[in-house]
């Protein structure tokens, strides 16, 4: 493994794992507004982890004695600076979408085991309408 490989890895790797644990918990939310956001902090995780990861890794490798060329290819850095949501967005998604699905999937095959959220019943108010349902109070 180069210098490179043993800087970027754990910096990546660490980035996927709060990534993924981000989509996770976004994918078990019901809603659009907490689960978004969860989601967005997980792109960006792993986005950052990428670049930083990428340009730590760059410069370990040429600060080594005698770097070869490939060492000294910054345009990766700038590529994962632009690009690297890309990556970051389909991890994510993919991880969001599976945990929703396999959600649904359960809660399809057996709605008693695993129950979607009750909505709050609203109290009834009297309208003095003598065919009104009793309250079940």
Same mark, same amino acid.
């Given at each position: 493994?180069? %210098? #490179?490989?043993e800087t *970027?890895? %754990?910096?990546?790797i660490l980035g996927c794992v709060l990534g993924a !644990? $981000?989509?996770f918990f976004a994918g078990r939310l019901s809603g659009c507004v907490l689960p978004g956001a969860l989601l967005a902090i997980g792109i960006l995780a792993v986005w950052s982890a990428v *670049?930083?990861?990428s340009d730590m890794g760059y410069r370990a490798w040429q600060s080594m004695p005698d770097p070869p060329?490939? $060492?000294?290819?910054?345009?990766s850095v700038v590529g994962a600076l632009v690009f690297g949501w890309l990556p970051g967005g389909m991890f994510c998604l993919? !991880? *969001?979408g599976l945990v929703r699905?396999?959600? +649904?999937?359960?809660? +399809?095959?057996? %709605?008693d085991v695993f129950p979607r959220k009750a909505e709050p019943i609203p109290p009834s108010t009297e309208t003095g309408n003598p #065919?009104?349902?009793p309250n079940a109070e």
């Amino acid at each position: 493994m180069t %210098p #490179y490989d043993e800087t *970027f890895l %754990p910096i990546f790797i660490l980035g996927c794992v709060l990534g993924a !644990v $981000a989509s996770f918990f976004a994918g078990r939310l019901s809603g659009c507004v907490l689960p978004g956001a969860l989601l967005a902090i997980g792109i960006l995780a792993v986005w950052s982890a990428v *670049f930083i990861g990428s340009d730590m890794g760059y410069r370990a490798w040429q600060s080594m004695p005698d770097p070869p060329r490939e $060492a000294f290819s910054d345009a990766s850095v700038v590529g994962a600076l632009v690009f690297g949501w890309l990556p970051g967005g389909m991890f994510c998604l993919t !991880v *969001f979408g599976l945990v929703r699905g396999i959600t +649904w999937l359960l809660h +399809w095959a057996n %709605p008693d085991v695993f129950p979607r959220k009750a909505e709050p019943i609203p109290p009834s108010t009297e309208t003095g309408n003598p #065919y009104q349902t009793p309250n079940a109070e």
